[in-house]
């Protein structure tokens, strides 16, 4: 089943948009050699696609496998949690980069302890057992106050200048991207992205319940936690590369919805990217290239994700 007339303008001009932001904040106002351009503008702009594609991507998932469109792994406070399990990493390997561990393998295993307590966390509130919507958000709220309360202790224990360091690593900031972790980055995206839309079909089903999804053959047990594994590590990759962001996966998400007006997510996935590079992509041509503004990019999305997220929660939107 294909895309209306209007799903097709939209998210054609989407695409426009998506393009001519990329090209607009490689291009606009270059005052230097373009091989410092490319090295300064194209990391920043390999960072905010690659955080675009992430949140996109495991936010429509998610929501999907727990069918809802309010509830994101944000909102369960899964990205604060890599912010946690980093922090608890750094007081045992130390702040200094020399201690023997290459920073790419250090994150990888950062990952790995993320995923293994995100799978648990994900068994505990998503069983057979039901629960409200405003319970699983109040649990996650609750949750995610709890993991960045203890990552703020532990980062405390560094000395101050360390300290300042880290605890403004809690901050999503898109001037101040991590570089040293894109090209592992860039390859976790690939691998899991390749395995979202594999599973594209099987996500159709799924949105239909499990009961359904089991009647018609999909290995339910085996497929949700191969989604959650992709999503864990694409929220991980996010959250290392920019910081944590409360409400921007809630945005792009919706946003792909309202474009595409399909459930199907051979259209859903690519939206929801395509929305994410222009909200951060197009935005941070906007407000630094085009206003000359200092104004945080976060700070305005996550307002607009904040202001979506009490305008569902009023309506009670579920899948």
């Known amino acids: 089943m294909g895309l209306n007339l209007r799903a097709k303008l939209l998210l054609s001009l989407t695409t426009v948009l998506a393009v001519l932001s990329i090209v607009g904040f490689m291009t606009l106002n270059v005052q230097s050699d373009w091989g410092f351009i490319v090295q300064h503008r194209g990391s920043r702009l390999l960072g905010m696609l690659l955080v675009a594609i992430t949140m996109g991507l495991a936010t429509v998932v998610f929501q999907t496998i727990t069918h809802n469109r309010i509830l994101t792994p944000s909102l369960m406070g899964f990205d604060v949690l890599y912010v946690l399990v980093h922090s608890l990493a750094l007081l045992v390997w130390g702040v200094g980069q020399n201690t023997g561990w290459p920073v790419e393998l250090r994150f990888i295993v950062e990952v790995a302890v993320m995923v293994s307590i995100a799978l648990v966390i994900f068994r505990l509130l998503f069983t057979d057992s039901v629960r409200g919507l405003h319970v699983l958000i109040l649990l996650g709220m609750v949750t995610g106050l709890l993991f960045r309360e203890l990552a703020e202790l532990a980062q405390r224990i560094f000395d101050p200048s360390e300290f300042s360091i880290q605890q403004g690593s809690g901050i999503a900031n898109f001037n101040r991207i991590n570089v040293q972790l894109l090209w592992v980055g860039l390859i976790g995206v690939g691998l899991c992205s390749a395995l979202l839309f594999r599973f594209r079909h099987q996500l159709d ?39 944590p962001m409360l409400f921007f996966g809630l945005l792009v998400a919706n946003l792909a919805y309202w474009i595409t007006g399909s459930h199907q997510h051979r259209w859903t996935l690519p939206a929801s990217v395509l929305a994410g590079i222009v909200c951060l992509v197009g935005g941070q041509l906007v407000f630094e290239h085009l206003l000359n503004s200092g104004l945080p990019l976060a700070m ?20």
């Open 205 to 243: 089903v799924l949105i239909l319940g499990r009961d359904v999804a089991i009647n018609l053959g999909i290995p339910y047990t085996k497929t949700i936690t191969l989604l959650m594994l992709a999503i864990c590590v694409l929220v991980s990759i996010s959250t290392a590369l920019v910081g």
């Open 300 to 319: 305005i999305i996550e307002l607009c994700g904040g202001v979506l997220f009490i305008v569902l929660l009023l309506r009670g939107v579920k899948q």
